[in-house]
């Protein structure tokens, strides 16, 4: 008989080892219903990138363009380290994520955050709650989004199922735009000299602008894919200033979510996505290897006066070949095109966007907000401001090109509206009489008023916590009608209706749909119409609203809400993170 003697250090090991298995159980069982936290590291730095024959340095993540994919699930916590590396200052955003008391992380530069300075780092901390599907990262100031930009894709969480034919691949599709010259110039110039701001020269799908362009044939994106087999394409639009039809040429598309929101899927040929929109679409591949080659196309959706970039990206999809098949056959396959809208077609795009359904069912409810506290009314669109007595701008009377929301061109402050708000130090900084109407009444999208001057300043609307909004944005034809993509940071909302036309409040209301509407985080105000949304005021912070259009956007089509604490601890703003970058 073996005789045991336990030694006190034995014991202590036993006992530790047993509390390390009680520890990592409940820490299990934590992280199959809340997620588990997943790192990234995000270095901006300059990267040699040559695209349509000419080389130039630009700004991307981690040496990457596009920039990494970031994957997770429902439920994970996300905590991202961005270290500036270049002479620009930075900021990133994690565009439609609902950053439910983590706006801290929003990282709209100026509104949420001070930038993160040459040399400096931030750690973006929050966790993705009642979301899944795709979204995507960018930069968010000045126009550095043009090269910093990324897929979000969120799974569900663990053993649950989308609900939809479950896809053989999935595969993100990001839209872009791309300029021979530096962006950063060419912006600063425009605003210098009271111009428009250069068209790019291509756009690109996941950075490759294809076979359209000149000397871009070896640069073209490629999706090979099996007969039969149905993908899921994630697609993203992250171009800076053009709304685009896609069409994937003799394969008809189900629409199956938008916006990370599941959707009443629909079959199209053509997709128009604005920027700031995310879709995700299933591919079912043809059941037998056809012998073509099919482009998958995308070209501009544009209603305004100004010129753009009238071209068209491609790329190609092709099917696997059997062993037996002979390679030269498959090179020499032709490649069917696809025929997409015209440039301007707004009948089609009201159309499509009239498609999208919430699926509202008990497990995917579209909590549309019943009953409202507060209504808005909303024109946006262009006209024009004086310039600095030191500046000589290309406008009549030397003035320039500018953008409002009511008449009002958003003025950046120079430090964060958040912060301002946080600590009470609002004063010099932003005031919130942000009108509710605009400050004089004409004929919208009829002959302008003979005055289209703008004011401009830092204006917010304040709101109570869980405050229900209804906001109806209307476009205007002061410098030519235009659709405006409007995203609106921190919420989703529910786009009620849209139309041609001015809004009129007596009838137009009764049209709305209150059952199953579209939730989304961007929507495109039609040219020369209106749109309608609903959105519940239930995130504590600072929430940016502004046109997707980057060169609106530069031009002061932009506003924000100001969602002030509730009573419960849930209810409010945890303080500043340590590692704030400060202004």
Known sequence: MVSLVLTSSDIFRALFLALSVVWLLSDLAF???AGITRHYKFDIKMQSVTRLCQTKNIVTVNGQF???????????????????HVKYNVTIHWHGIRQIRSGWADGPAYVTQCPIQTGQSYVYNFTLTGQRGTLFWHAHISWLRATLYGPIVILPKKHASYPFPHPYKEVPIVFGEW???????????????????????????????????????????????????????????AALNDE???????????????????????????VLITPGQTTNVLLRAKSKTPSAKFAMSARPYATGPATFDNTTTIGILEYEKSASASKSNHKNLPLLKAKLPQFNDSSYAMKFQRKFRSLATAKFPAKVPKNVDRRFFFTVGLGILPCSKNQTC????NTRPAAAVNNISFVQPNIALLQAHFFNKSK???????????????????????????????????LPFNTSVELV????????????????????????????????????????????????????????????IRFLADNPGVWFMHCHLEVHTSWGL?????????????QKLPSPPADLPKC
Not at 394 to 397: A, I, K, L, T, V
Not at 559 to 570: I, P, S, T
């Open 31 to 33: 992280a199959k219903h």
């Open 394 to 397: 290309q406008g009549p009377n």
């Open 244 to 270: 685009l039809f896609f069409r994937v040429t003799n394969h008809t598309l189900t629409v199956v979510e938008a916006d990370a929101v599941y959707v009443k899927p629909f079959k199209t040929d053509i």
């Open 558 to 570: 932009k506003m924000a809400w100001v969602v002030n604490d509730g009573k419960g601890r849930k």
């Open 428 to 462: 010099g900084v932003y005031t919130t009489n942000f009108p509710t109407n605009p400050p004089f009444k004409f004929n919208y999208t009829g002959t302008p008023p003979k005055n289209i001057m703008l004011s401009s300043g830092t204006k917010v609307v304040a």
């Open 473 to 532: 944005m209307q476009d205007t034809r002061i410098l030519g009608a235009e659709s405006h993509p409007l995203h609106l940071h921190g919420f989703n909302f529910f786009v009620l209706g849209q139309g041609v036309g001015n809004f009129d409040p007596k009838k137009d209301p009764a049209k709305f749909n209150l059952v199953d509407p579209a939730e989304r985080n961007t929507v495109g105000v039609p040219a020369g119409g209106w749109v309608a």
């Open 179 to 237: 300029w021979k010259a530096d962006t950063e110039t060419i912006i600063n110039q425009a605003l210098a000299t009271g111009g428009a701001p250069n068209i790019s020269d291509a756009f690109t799908i996941n950075g490759l602008p294809g076979p359209s362009y000149n000397c871009s044939a070896k640069d073209t994106f490629k999706l090979k894919v099996k007969a039969g087999k149905t993908y899921l394409l994630r697609l993203v639009n």
């Open 66 to 84: 596009p920039g990494p994919r970031i994957i997770a699930r429902e439920g994970d916590r996300l905590l991202i380290k961005v270290v500036n």
